[in-house]
């Protein structure tokens, strides 16, 4: 379905393994924590909670690697 209407499969540009495991991460983080798993009852809401969820990401979530500070703000 994905290739009928155009669309790439690899998450990253140059289909390099090590820059799936990275997208697959923070697709985990992004379902597993900010509930992106669910389902919607419409485009709207989903829209709305993705919206949110990367704002909780970038601004509020504490990141291990950025020595416990957000992406905005070490950015």
């Known amino acids: 379905m994905l290739k009928r209407k155009k669309i790439d ?10 820059e799936n495991a990275m997208a697959a991460r923070v697709n985990g983080i ?8 669910q389902t919607f009852d419409n485009v709207t809401h989903k829209k709305r909670v993705a919206k949110n969820a990367i704002n909780l990401y970038n601004d509020v979530r504490l990141h291990l690697s950025l020595d416990y500070k957000t992406p905005n703000k070490v950015y």
């Open 9 to 18: 499969i690899s998450m990253t540009e140059e289909n390099h393994c090590y």
């Open 30 to 37: 992004l379902k597993d924590e900010l509930y992106l798993d």
